[in-house]
Nanobody
């Protein structure tokens, strides 16, 4: 089965940067679309970014567009989320998610999920 393990979360000051990693195992990574979601306290989980299994298309939530970059390294079975110009409102638990195939559209449902990693942005 697919297993996803996030890492790289932590505490950072507003305006700072952080890079999240998600290690994929159990299946053929290059066949899976990958996404990042986040959930702040008291709020619903929301889409952040995604990258298609082919690596040919990426999507971003309006709130992070221009600040965050999603990428994948198929040789390392890892997807990354580079987070720049962080804001306090970016504070949330960030989850890695995966689907076999798919387009990686922001509205897509994901079958596989990691345990989450906490990102806290202080003002």
């Amino acid at each position: 089965q697919v297993q996803l393990v996030e890492s790289g979360g932590g505490l950072v000051q507003a305006g700072g940067s952080l890079r999240l990693s998600c290690a994929f195992s159990g299946r053929t990574f290059r066949s899976y679309t990958m996404g990042w979601f986040r959930q702040a306290p008291g709020k619903e989980r929301e889409f952040v970014a995604s990258i298609r299994w082919s690596g040919g298309s990426t999507y971003y939530a309006d709130s992070v567009k221009g600040r965050f970059t999603i990428s994948r390294d198929n040789a390392k079975n890892t997807v990354y989320l580079q987070m720049n110009s962080l804001k306090p409102e970016d504070t949330a638990v960030y989850y890695c998610a995966s689907n076999l195939g798919g387009l990686g559209l922001p509205s897509d449902e994901y079958k596989y999920w990691g345990q989450g990693t906490q990102v806290t942005v202080s003002s």
